[in-house]
């Protein structure tokens, strides 16, 4: 299932902070990572697993996000640890070190194994949209497509804003579309309102 986001207010958001805060450069990668843990949290039957030894299903607190980095050996997924509980900036910065380990080949294996969802983000090769395959044992992953200036109406007035669509894949033995599709209404509330995420990252706080 797919959802088409707006991201002029988040675009906005991204450019103000790394403008304004020294040192922190925040990639829209980074934002969605944030907005998935926290529509996890908000939408806990995506956030489970299917374990096929015990045939039971497995349900998760905390959001484990995997995030797929292509290497010339393989995808590999480095996983943001409880990135519901993380600002944004930690999560930027954790993704980066991910990263730049995962490519020099020295990540440990608790690094990139036992993530609860995975994002597999093929926007930067100018893919507009894709169905990405689960991987297991979770049960669920976004693909996110390319970010566009797209013609849209607003108020009866047709604009130029930018968007991006992104597709939810599931494992319905344990995740049904309803719940998919609140997953999806989450994180579309959550990208085109991105003030939401930082409350949500004080009331953590607390």
């Not at 450019?15 to 843990?37: F, H, M, T, W, Y």
């Not at 380990?101 to 093929?122: I, M, V």
């Amino acid at each position: 299932m797919s959802v088409d986001l707006d991201l002029e207010r988040l675009l906005a958001l991204r450019q103000d902070i790394n403008r304004e805060v020294p040192g922190v450069k925040i990639s829209v990668n980074d934002l969605l990572v944030k907005a998935c843990a926290l529509a996890l949290v908000a939408v806990p039957d995506v956030n489970i697993q299917f374990d096929e030894a015990a045939q039971s299903i497995r349900r998760f607190t905390d959001a484990d996000i995997s995030v797929a980095v292509a290497l010339p050996a393989g995808l590999i997924t480095p996983i943001v640890r409880s990135a519901n509980r993380k600002s944004i900036s930690d999560i930027s910065n954790e993704i980066h070190s991910l990263v730049t380990r995962a490519k020099a080949g020295t990540l440990k294996p608790e690094e990139f194994q036992g993530g609860t969802f995975s994002l597999s983000n093929l926007g930067m090769l100018g893919v507009r949209q894709f169905d990405a395959i689960i991987n297991p044992p979770q049960s669920a992953i976004l693909a996110i497509g390319a970010g566009e200036v797209r013609a849209v109406v607003r108020d009866g007035q047709i604009v130029a804003h930018q968007q991006m669509t992104v597709s939810l894949s599931c494992d319905h033995r344990v995740i049904d579309g309803a719940a998919g599709a609140a997953f999806l209404r989450e994180l579309k509330r959550l990208i085109e309102t991105p003030t939401l995420m930082f409350i949500q990252e004080t009331s953590y706080a607390r």
